[in-house]
């Protein structure tokens, strides 16, 4: 079985620019996440989705938005880049089940290392 | 705002010897806690998780110890392996949508 699958992998892009990050979760799982993680430091949570529905957001700014799409994938974008956007993205999908708290894991795809110049 | 911390960036083992990974939150709101392993290149795998309603869970020669007063867990691998080598991320869950991490260990097993 496919995991989640990232694309593209390495990326490359200047200052001011727009980018679009893509994501297919497991086969079956409703729910994405994206996180953002900075070298040396652990992932950092920037939205979740569940049946095409936001569900949570972290404290990045306006220029970061996301959508979730009927078979379940999902589009990170980030506006306006900055320097400090220089990361690596890791898109997350889980079998929640709905929007009652479990205790679910979340599966990572292998990320998007963005680069801005 | 740092609720989870991994205060010891990097940890050297022998083969075979215990490794003990260790991990301190600030909120008491955190229930479900989680250990990821992560290798370059890869994104982070799960490893083993703990419940706050539990205070150990053993995985083959993985264990997480959970200590709710002192707002500490821990991971204990026995016996360390070379290819247990990679960093080693702690998260929980705040709330139902998302999870904190900390900054990760990076784990060295030298054979």
């Known amino acids: 079985d496919a995991g989640v699958t990232q694309s593209p992998t390495h990326l490359i892009k200047t200052r001011g620019q727009h980018v679009t990050l893509r994501c297919s979760p497991i086969s079956g799982h409703k729910s994405v996440s994206w996180y953002q993680q900075v070298l040396g430091q652990g992932p950092q949570f920037i939205f979740q989705y569940y049946e095409k529905e936001e569900r949570g957001r972290g404290n990045f700014p306006d220029r970061f938005s996301a959508r979730q799409f009927p078979n379940y994938s999902s589009e990170l974008n980030v506006n306006a880049l900055l320097l400090g956007d220089s990361a690596l993205y890791l898109c997350?999908?889980?079998?929640?089940?709905?929007?009652?708290?479990?205790?679910?894991?979340?599966?990572f795809g292998s990320g998007t290392q963005l680069s801005v110049l | 705002d740092q609720q989870v911390k991994q205060n010891s960036p990097s940890l050297s083992v022998q083969e075979g010897r215990i490794s003990i990974l260790n991990c301190d939150y600030t909120?008491?709101?955190?229930?479900?806690f989680l250990w990821y392993k992560k290798y370059p290149a890869e994104g982070p795998t799960f490893l083993i998780s703990i419940s706050s309603i539990k205070d150990k869970n053993e995985d083959g020669r993985f264990t997480v110890f959970l200590n709710k007063s002192a707002k500490h867990l821990s991971l204990h691998i026995v016996p360390s392996q070379p290819g247990d080598s990679a960093v080693y991320f702690c998260a929980a869950r705040p709330t139902n949508n998302d999870m904190r991490f900390g900054a990760g260990t990076r784990l060295t097993v030298k054979p």
């Open positions: 909120n008491s709101m955190f229930d479900y």
């Open positions: 997350a999908s889980s079998s929640r089940s709905g929007t009652a708290r479990t205790n679910e894991k979340l599966f």
